[in-house]
């Protein structure tokens, strides 16, 4: 018997609930998140491996995939990374026709505004347009929240060994490396610099994988509210605030949108009452 196979025979005999979708589903398969895709030549960190369902494991692979590609849009990408982005580039215009265009073109008063913005100016013979600046598009928002999401209850479930329960509340925002080159420094991640946190090894064979991907997660007290940082490497990265307490997240979003006089929220909602349809 096959070792994938032996997995998924334990997994049955065990009776694991699925753990991206509330428990309600036995697991019958394993699913890797962050997702093998994302690292060099597929060698993904050893731990990160959660019992899943079917529906929740395939769901996801076009999400996987396009979040891979933004990995590979590294300002200090090799030969190597650069091999492998153009294979990845290739399988992305497949899977979302129209997508790649829609992230690369920009007019020539776009492209000058953007460069200008990021401090960026383009070499002997280049145009601003051939700078690479990438627009974010709406594909890109929801793959890289769909991954937020589950990578989110795996390091829920790692934490605490619960499976985060449907009717709890995950919040999300997600940045660029753009916010640091125009800035020098990503907002969010500076607001949350003193939050104590923990920021356990990302290893494969004994190899330290932090330089592709990283994260830092923080716990209350009485267990309602979890804070999860991640970055994935020169590139992106996003922030999750999550409760399994039913209502907590909401009830905290009114106070501080009551307090700042606004109606709006640099925070999005994945799951719980206020979670939009296509998160």
């Not at 991206?20 to 394993?30: D, I, K």
């Not at 990995?71 to 399988?91: D, H, I, V, Y």
Request: charge should be neutral; include cysteine; hydrophobic fraction near 40%.
């Amino acid at each position: 018997m096959g070792e994938a196979k032996q997995r998924k025979v334990q997994l049955l005999a065990a009776k694991m609930p699925c753990i991206f979708c509330g428990g309600a589903t036995l697991a019958t398969t394993e699913e890797h998140c962050p997702p093998k895709a994302l690292f060099k030549e597929r060698k993904w960190p050893e731990g990160y491996a959660f019992p899943a369902c079917a529906p929740c494991n395939n769901g996801s692979s076009d999400d996987d995939l396009l979040v891979a590609f933004l990995a590979q849009l590294q300002p200090s990408a090799n030969a190597e990374t650069l091999s492998k982005g153009f294979g990845l580039m290739r399988m992305t215009h497949r899977q979302f026709p129209g997508l790649l265009e829609k992230m690369m073109r920009s007019s020539a008063v776009e492209a000058r505004a953007n460069a200008r913005r990021l401090g960026m100016q383009p070499g002997p013979g280049q145009t601003y347009q051939e700078l690479g600046i990438v627009n974010v598009t709406d594909a890109m928002d929801e793959c890289v929240a769909k991954v937020a999401s589950k990578f989110t209850k795996a390091v829920y479930y790692m934490q605490t060994g619960n499976v985060f329960p449907g009717d709890g509340a995950i919040m999300f925002q997600w940045f660029t490396n753009a916010q640091r080159i125009e800035h020098g420094r990503i907002a969010l991640i500076d607001g949350l610099a003193g939050l104590a946190a923990m920021s356990p090894p990302i290893v494969r064979s004994g190899k330290d994988l932090k330089d592709q991907f990283d994260y830092r997660y923080s716990q209350g007290e009485n267990g309602e509210l979890h804070v999860l940082q991640v970055i994935f490497g020169e590139v992106f990265g996003f922030v999750t605030i999550f409760s399994p307490t039913p209502g907590r997240l909401e009830a905290m979003e009114d106070r501080l949108k009551e307090c700042a006089g606004k109606d709006d929220s640099p925070f999005k909602f994945l799951c719980g009452p206020k979670a939009s349809p296509a998160a």
